[in-house]
């Protein structure tokens, strides 16, 4: 596969190890890795350095190194507790290392001001949360290759959901996120009819306009077509997946 000039820059960047210069060189690397045969490493070396297939870029990455990590996108779950958001924040942490994309709903996280208990204070809200993230994916950067990447969904009736809608009118906020509104087959069916519904809808239309963000997650119709639902309900998307 004939390479442009482009491409060995990103490459001699991003994914070649030390003592690695050519496309080859990173081909053989993962076939050794990958390949459980000789034949095997064989096939794997072929279909890559001919172009016909590649895997992505954590793979291309860290194959033959000590970081075991090979998938690009991950979800993870986050609760309404310092414990839950603080594990989150460890986690997303290790993914974002090893060059992986987390998503995560945090609907589940109580509004801005409203009442904690076990301090008396008030809540700050799933976006100061998700300040603190971008700025742990800002610091991480990825281990120096690629930029961080993170999914933030809310649930349409959150109430916190037009500060959410509008947070990154502001160019310098979750400069590392992509934005989603999840939004249900009840929310769908007023629409047309005067009211929040109605009103909220006119603005994700503006925004997605204006500048392509928030996105939306049909989560209702997501359901209907998961086929794995004992592990869970989908109401989270990976970053790419907007």
Known sequence: MEL?????????????????SKWSDLCHRNANHFGNTEEEKKLFFNIMVDGDFLPNSPAL???????????????????????????????AAKISKSGGGVGANYSKLRGKNACVNSTKGVASGPLSFMEVQDTSTNTIKQGGRRKGANMGILDSTHPDILDFIRYKEDKTKLTNYNLSVLLSDKFMGKIDKDGPEKELWNLLCHKAWKSAEPGVLFGDTAERANNTPHLGVLNTTNPLAN
């Open 4 to 20: 442009t000039e482009t491409a060995k820059v990103v490459l001699n960047k991003r994914y070649f190890l030390p003592g690695e």
């Open 61 to 91: 990455m860290n194959a033959g190194t000590s970081i075991n990590s090979f998938s690009a996108c991950f979800v993870l779950p986050i609760e309404d507790s310092i414990e839950s958001i603080y594990k989150f924040y460890a986690d």
